[in-house]
């Protein structure tokens, strides 16, 4: 899994690519961690590239989402791929989210 952190607009942009599991999704949770504490009031988690999703990915949604209502900020999904939405479906995930169909949809949301 690759995570590449932009600032786009005054939106923290974590853009994921590959699969986040269990070998992977710290790095994801370091990534979202790390924004929060840095200040980041709303953060975009770019889901365009992510093939797939392991329980440990939907734990580190979770906590990340916790953790970004706790201190004020927003995190939002765009590009989730059919697959994946249905794992945050059937989980009960994504009412924990504003999601977007890409990007610029995210961005362009106020």
């Known amino acids: 899994m690759e995570i590449h952190e932009s600032n ?31 200040g980041a009031r709303r953060i975009l988690l770019d889901l365009a590239g992510l093939e797939y ?32 939405q249905e794992i945050l479906v059937v989980s009960g995930f994504a009412s924990f989210f504003p999601s977007y169909p890409t990007k610029g949809d995210a961005l362009a949301a106020t």
């Open 8 to 38: 786009e607009n005054g939106v923290a942009v974590l853009t994921v690519v590959g699969r986040m599991d269990t070998n992977t999704s710290p790095a994801a949770e370091k990534a979202i961690t790390h924004q929060i504490e840095g």
């Open 53 to 84: 999703m392991s329980s440990a990915g939907l734990r580190v949604l979770l906590l990340g989402v916790k953790k970004a209502r706790a201190s004020g900020a927003t995190l939002s999904l765009s590009g989730v791929r059919k697959e994946i």
